[in-house]
């Protein structure tokens, strides 16, 4: 295995391009100031109806628009064909500033509502925060 | 809560800016072909030494220089504060062109060899593979 992670660092935003990523580690690291990651994997419980589903999902996504420290939201449905997905169906990933801006999305009442609403729905579910490191 | 969802679109990579995303749909759809993003979550054994973990994850990263079909390597380490991490301790996000490229790289001989140095150390994994939408 050849010797790897030199070339890591810190991103600020995923609009960083791959020819910004390769300035000097200094600059990045600058902007990388607080960036951080969500990502969230559902599985329903078997008797929510799937346009139930569609809809948790959709008025989820509308977070983005709701609360100020919430920076982006991507969504996924599952397309594994092997390995442990562990039965999650969809994966969510919100993108903060700063950890501060995950506090603040926390305690919003557009969030309080929207958990309470696609709580009971869940089978499992988990949540993991984390600042991301670029590699490429 | 607000309509929503009619905002969200499929996007081509992670160098997408929010002033690019902005474009009309169409045009954001065809950069989004085949696009498919694979989420890991590792949770490693306690007897793995902290160094040696360290290790693995950069010996993983140099993955993306040897495996064409794998795009962009991103790793996090939790800093979950509440709810439900499960344990998992590392977030690895791939992205690939498509899900060929994802076959490609299960069957890359640098990937099969990293898979079987990390496998023995993890107690639990979760991999999924989804193609992401932008809600922004």
Same mark, same amino acid.
């Given at each position: 295995?050849?010797?790897?992670?030199?070339?890591?660092?810190?991103?600020?935003?995923?609009?960083? @391009? =791959? &020819? $910004? #990523?390769?300035?000097?580690?200094?600059? @990045? =690291? &600058? $902007? #990388?100031?607080?960036?951080?990651?969500?990502?969230?994997?559902?599985?329903?419980?078997?008797?929510?109806?799937?346009?139930?589903?569609?809809?948790?999902?959709?008025?989820?996504?509308?977070?983005?628009?709701?609360?100020?420290?919430?920076?982006?939201?991507?969504?996924?449905?599952?397309?594994?064909?092997?390995?442990?997905?562990?039965?999650?169906?969809?994966?969510?990933?919100?993108?903060?500033?700063?950890?501060?801006?995950?506090?603040?999305?926390?305690?919003?009442?557009?969030?309080?509502?929207?958990?309470?609403?696609?709580?009971?729905?869940?089978?499992?579910?988990?949540?993991?925060?984390?600042?991301?490191?670029?590699?490429?």
């Amino acid at each position: 295995m050849l010797e790897s992670g030199e070339n890591c660092f810190e991103v600020g935003s995923w609009k960083l @391009t =791959m &020819e $910004e #990523a390769s300035r000097p580690k200094e600059k @990045t =690291m &600058e $902007e #990388a100031k607080g960036f951080v990651r969500r990502v969230l994997l559902f599985k329903f419980k078997a008797e929510t109806a799937p346009d139930h589903i569609e809809q948790l999902i959709k008025d989820h996504s509308n977070l983005v628009n709701l609360v100020e420290s919430l920076k982006s939201w991507h969504m996924g449905k599952d397309v594994s064909v092997k390995y442990s997905n562990e039965g999650f169906t969809h994966v969510i990933e919100l993108t903060f500033e700063s950890t501060e801006g995950i506090a603040a999305y926390m305690g919003h009442p557009a969030h309080l509502e929207m958990h309470e609403r696609i709580w009971p729905h869940l089978e499992k579910i988990v949540v993991i925060d984390y600042k991301p490191t670029l590699c490429n």
